[in-house]
């Protein structure tokens, strides 16, 4: 089965670690993985989206309308990214406000699950406000929450305690909210 993430976020957010945390614990786990990243002015806080395809394709990038999930580390990139959705998919967003309601109304005619945690909040109070990115990947886990872990020990050894504690704060909040892998996910 076939995974098409969109990852996205501002500059300095972490959407490359994201990206490299989310591909290499594919790629560990025997997957096919394609890989485009979109850098914007990513130094000066601009778009940062990554196209994550897991067992999908050779195409790099994913087209709008297919994604089967959006996982967005600042509300306006979930807002601009919510186009590459397909109907049936998830958004999982760094926020504790929600998206403005004038989305709502289309999330729920094309049946979009949407998943909001204040991972910002969350990564504040561990420490490091940088672990955002690592916080959501645990609240989205779109793979084994284990092969996360162990990937994290191996490409974050400096960084190796705090980055699992906010994996783990994540992964917590999800369960929290009843957020399973589900389909979406290859199997």
Known sequence: MESK???????GQGVVFLTRLLSTTAVSL??????????????RG??????????????????????DSLVALEVNEAVRNLTFLRR?????VN???????ELMEHLK???IQLHCLAASKIATALGSAAMTNTVMAGF??????????????????????LNLAA???????????????SARWPT
């Open 5 to 11: 993430l969109i990852l996205s976020g501002l500059g």
């Open 30 to 43: 025997g997957y096919k993985v394609m890989v485009s990243e979109t850098h914007g002015m990513s130094q």
């Open 46 to 67: 601009g778009s940062v989206i990554s196209h994550l395809k897991i067992n999908g394709s050779e195409a790099p990038l994913i087209q709008r309308g297919t994604a």
């Open 88 to 92: 049936g998919g998830a958004a999982f």
């Open 95 to 101: 926020t504790e406000d929600g998206l403005p309601a």
């Open 109 to 111: 005619r094309l049946d």
């Open 140 to 161: 989205a886990h779109p793979l084994p929450i284990e092969a996360l872990r162990q990937t994290i020990s191996e490409i974050a050894p400096r960084g190796r305690e």
């Open 167 to 181: 994996l783990e704060a994540g992964y917590q909040a999800s369960q929290a909210e009843n957020t399973l892998p």
